[in-house]
């Protein structure tokens, strides 16, 4: 698999705090890797100087985009967090200029724009100006002005910011069908589900530092305990006790029941005494979020 971007150990101040310190990694062609961490853990600083926006104090970043070395903005589409676009313009101009920004041929950015129109529930909007749009529909015109040259490299922040649950679902759909297709994808959110749902690869960060960075599959092998949802009426005293039970959470009648590592479900229900009230059980092993929260608060190392 060929890489297109290589971070290795750069590092970013601002006076005399240190916002990125040492951080490395690497994004293949046709990846989607997931850069996550808590607000301030550095995310939006290491995204500004992987596109040149501003510089590393220390540390290189190598491109490898269109078989040459080095950075060509033609080849790279930038969703910001921020949304901004043209207010008094109307959308195709907006799209058609964006794209002459990079190069792109007219003709097929118009002909790209009509079938994002279509396929984004815009058909008939091309020339309505961005301030008569709502929000949702103005972020799906943004969207579209980050991909609509065919980016070979793609940072995506925040993407799915503001959407309704059926427009993610389409936006998931399209972002799954770029990274088929061979376009590299950094993506930065809040929102694992959504992070879990599309990437393959995950680079955790907090206070500037990586502390977490590998295939998602292994995280969740390494990390991925089981947590029981238990509905019925108990003390929490007694669930805590329980074998093989790290931590309880408890609203009302239902509580979540973190177990141990490499605990099977099997092992953990051979040791219920018949004193637990049970109403309804399910076991599931922890979501990304629950991996998210407990490495980042130091619930598992």
């Given at each position: 698999?060929?890489?297109?971007?290589?971070?290795?150990?750069?590092?970013?101040?601002?006076?005399?705090?240190?916002?990125?310190?040492?951080?490395?990694?690497?994004?293949?062609?046709?990846?989607?890797?997931?850069?996550?961490?808590?607000?301030?853990?550095?995310?939006?600083?290491?995204?500004?100087?992987?596109?040149?926006?501003?510089?590393?104090?220390?540390?290189?970043?190598?491109?490898?985009?269109?078989?040459?070395?080095?950075?060509?903005?033609?080849?790279?589409?930038?969703?910001p967090?921020?949304?901004?676009?043209y207010?008094?313009?109307?959308?195709?101009?907006?799209?058609?200029?964006?794209?002459?920004?990079?190069?792109?041929?007219?003709d097929?950015?118009?002909?790209?724009?009509?079938d994002?129109?279509?396929?984004?529930d815009?058909?008939?909007?091309?020339?309505?100006?961005?301030?008569?749009?709502?929000?949702?529909?103005?972020?799906?015109?943004?969207?579209?002005?980050?991909?609509?040259?065919?980016?070979?490299?793609?940072?995506?922040?925040?993407?799915?910011?503001?959407?309704?649950?059926?427009?993610?679902?389409?936006?998931?759909?399209?972002?799954?069908?770029?990274?088929?297709?061979?376009?590299?994808?950094?993506?930065?959110?809040?929102q694992?589900?959504?992070?879990?749902?599309?990437?393959?690869?995950?680079f955790?960060?907090?206070?500037?530092k990586?502390?977490?960075?590998?295939?998602?599959?292994?995280?969740?092998?390494?990390?991925?305990?089981?947590?029981?949802?238990?509905?019925?009426?108990?003390?929490?005293?007694n669930?805590?006790?329980?074998?093989?039970?790290?931590?309880?959470?408890?609203?009302?009648?239902?509580?979540?029941?973190?177990?141990?590592?490499?605990?099977?479900?099997?092992?953990?229900?051979?040791?219920?005494?018949?004193s637990?009230?049970?109403?309804?059980?399910?076991?599931?092993?922890?979501?990304?979020h629950?991996?998210?929260v407990?490495?980042?608060?130091?619930?598992?190392?």
């Open positions: 698999m060929s890489v297109v971007l290589k971070v290795r150990d750069i590092s970013k101040s601002f006076g005399k705090t240190t916002v990125v310190d040492r951080i490395s990694f690497e994004l293949n062609k046709g990846e989607i890797l997931g850069l996550v961490g808590p607000n301030g853990a550095g995310k939006s600083t290491i995204i500004r100087c992987i596109l040149g926006i501003i510089h590393p104090d220390s540390g290189y970043i190598d491109y490898f985009l269109d078989g040459n070395n080095g950075i060509n903005p033609s080849k790279i589409g930038y969703l967090e921020e949304r901004g676009l207010k008094d313009a109307k959308i195709i101009d907006i799209l058609l200029y964006l794209a002459s920004l990079k190069n792109y041929p007219l097929k950015a118009r002909q790209k724009a009509e994002y129109f279509a396929k984004l815009l058909k008939g909007k091309d020339k309505a100006k961005i301030q008569e749009l709502s929000k949702g529909m103005a972020q799906k015109v943004q969207f579209i002005a980050s991909i609509i040259h065919e980016p070979e490299f793609l940072v995506l922040d925040e993407p799915l910011s503001g959407f309704d649950p059926l427009t993610q679902s389409i936006f998931i759909e399209e972002i799954k069908n770029l990274a088929a297709k061979g376009t590299s994808i950094l993506l930065s959110s809040h694992m589900n959504m992070v879990e749902s599309l990437c393959t690869r995950i955790m960060i907090n206070k500037g990586g502390i977490l960075y590998d295939d998602l599959d292994r995280i969740k092998d390494r990390y991925g305990s089981y947590k029981c949802e238990l509905t019925g009426n108990n003390e929490v005293q669930l805590i006790n329980l074998p093989y039970v790290t931590r309880v959470e408890q609203d009302g009648l239902k509580s979540t029941l973190h177990l141990e590592p490499n605990i099977s479900p099997n092992e953990f229900i051979e040791k219920l005494p018949p637990i009230e049970i109403k309804e059980l399910n076991i599931t092993r922890i979501s990304l629950d991996i998210f407990n490495t980042i608060t130091g619930g598992r190392s």
